[in-house]
């Protein structure tokens, strides 16, 4: 059924757009497993752990917690992006995990920046969401950083040779 789904929304893409339509599909895939991967971790660590440690770089509230889920999910996905959505064969799993990884540098600060702001500084999270301000916070990161990640593993990580004709 989900394939179903996925095969019907690449369809309603133009013919010579319907491959990259369908690595975003898989990308979407991927990312709400990295997602599931995020907020269990994260969740473990908050409510099951106890650990609320918040620190201030620059004056700026960083939840520590979400440092180790963000990093894990990155890690699943680079995984699966690599075998599965991109399919790349190309350079080695090192090679390829440092670049995934440099690139995800900006978007991971950028995640906890977000994090942090609408977790701390939008008082209307906080008065719809309440005690799960933080999830809220997290969930509207990723949708922020969604198509940066796509571009930036499609064009930049997992960058086929300009003769390879299976894009």
Not at 92 to 101: A, D, E, I, P, R
Request: glycine share 8%; with cysteine; proline share 3%.
């Amino acid at each position: 059924m989900l394939r179903s789904l996925a095969e019907r929304l690449v369809a309603l893409a133009p013919p010579r757009y319907q491959s990259t339509a369908r690595q975003f599909v898989k990308f979407g895939i991927t990312g709400a497993i990295g997602a599931i991967v995020d907020f269990t971790s994260y969740n473990i660590l908050t409510r099951g752990l106890g650990w609320n440690t918040v620190f201030e770089p620059f004056g700026y509230k960083i939840i520590a917690a979400n440092l180790v889920s963000v990093l894990l999910a990155i890690s699943s996905n680079f995984l699966l992006n690599k075998y599965w959505t991109f399919q790349s064969k190309e350079g080695g799993v090192l090679k390829q995990w440092s670049g995934y990884f440099t690139h995800n540098a900006f978007t991971f600060i950028l995640n906890q920046l977000i994090t942090s702001f609408f977790t701390f500084r939008v008082p209307l999270i906080a008065l719809l969401f309440g005690s799960q301000r933080d999830n809220a916070a997290k969930a509207l990161a990723i949708g922020c950083i969604l198509f940066v990640n796509f571009l930036g593993s499609k064009f930049i990580v997992f960058r086929r040779p300009a003769n390879d004709s299976t894009l």
